[in-house]
């Protein structure tokens, strides 16, 4: 018998199965299609492929409040001058 000759790197799913959105989402299938028939602008499962990891991570983001520049921590450079000279709006911690 030959043996497979295994990648290093094995990229994660792009697509994922109603259990992996489940697992992700910290609930059982049956109870994730309940959740997510009440939400509103969840993205559709594609009927070739499954569920779009990518889709779901934008949608969850945009739900919790987070931007392209929250997630990334990519401030335009004008932002970090104009906190740096007026000082941020959150309290020092001490």
Not at 7 to 16: A, G, I, M
Not at 25 to 33: D, I, Q, W
Not at 47 to 73: C, M, P, Q
């Amino acid at each position: 018998m030959v043996a497979r000759k295994i990648p290093k790197f094995v990229p994660d799913p792009r697509y994922w199965t109603d259990w992996q959105l489940a697992h992700h989402l910290g609930c059982s299938p049956n109870t994730m299609h309940r959740k997510i028939a009440k939400l509103d602008g969840f993205p559709k499962k594609d009927s070739d492929f499954g569920w779009d990891s990518v889709a779901i991570e934008a949608y969850l983001n945009r739900r919790s409040g987070l931007t392209l520049n929250d997630a990334t921590n990519e401030n335009s450079e004008t932002e970090a001058w104009e906190t740096l000279i007026n000082g941020s709006d959150q309290p020092a911690l001490r």
